[in-house]
Structures are given as C-alpha cells and as structure tokens.
C-alpha cells in the first residue's frame, strides 16, 4: 500500500508564505514526479508545480517567480514553498506522485488527500 500525506496548510494573510510538504510511503521502488495540484471552490483541479526524477521542474504562470517546488528523494518527499501569496491562491492543494512499485512494473498515479490553503486578512 502506498499512502501520500500533505501538510502545511492553513490560514495566512495576503503577502505572507506557505511551506507545504508532501511524503510518500510504502512500498516504492521509485518515483518519476512528484507535483502539486490545486482546486479552488468552482474551479478545476490545475497543476500548480512539478518537479521530475531528474530535478527539472516546471510552474503554472500565476505562481512563476513567488513559488519553489523542491524535492528529497531519499524522504520520498516534495515541498512547495509559496510567496507573496495573493487570496487567488485560496484553494485545496494536492500532491501527487507518479511511481513505480517495482522495476519492471507499470508507472502508478497515487493522490494525497489534500491540505487547505486560505489566504485572506
């Protein structure tokens, strides 16, 4: 069983930053990505930021330049360090991870289960 935990959400005032973490467990044998999606009331889900196996990693527009994606392999872990947070960035915000369970096996899609994000004063 694979299991994807986030955290680090909660209320915080225009301006401010967020630190979101995000860890994987179970029995994995490796991850291709690992990225983060948001969702806010009315909306679709969007991509927010990715980060690869290989470190490469890319950003929606509205977050480029205020937001950090980074990522510890050896923890089967993802962080998400957002600035200047606007109240447009009110939203649930996901992990996602993209894994395999084993060498020869097929890649898996597995989702956490979300971690609220409320930026207002």
């Known amino acids: 069983q694979v299991q994807v935990v986030e955290s680090g959400g909660g209320l915080v005032e225009p301006g401010g930053s967020l630190r979101l973490s995000c860890a994987a467990s179970g029995n994995i044998f490796s991850i291709n990505l690992m990225d983060w999606y948001r969702q806010a009331p009315g909306k679709e889900r969007e991509l927010v930021a990715r980060i690869r196996d290989t470190g490469t990693t890319d950003y929606t527009d509205s977050v480029k330049g205020r937001s950090t994606i980074s990522r510890d392999s050896a923890k089967n872990a993802v962080y998400l360090e957002m600035n200047s947070l606007k109240p447009e960035d009110t939203a649930v915000y996901y992990c996602?991870?993209?894994?395999?369970?084993?060498?020869?096996?097929?890649?898996?899609?597995?989702w956490g289960q979300g971690t609220q994000v409320t930026v207002s004063s």
């Open positions: 996602h991870a993209h894994l395999k369970l084993r060498s020869d096996g097929p890649t898996f899609s597995y």
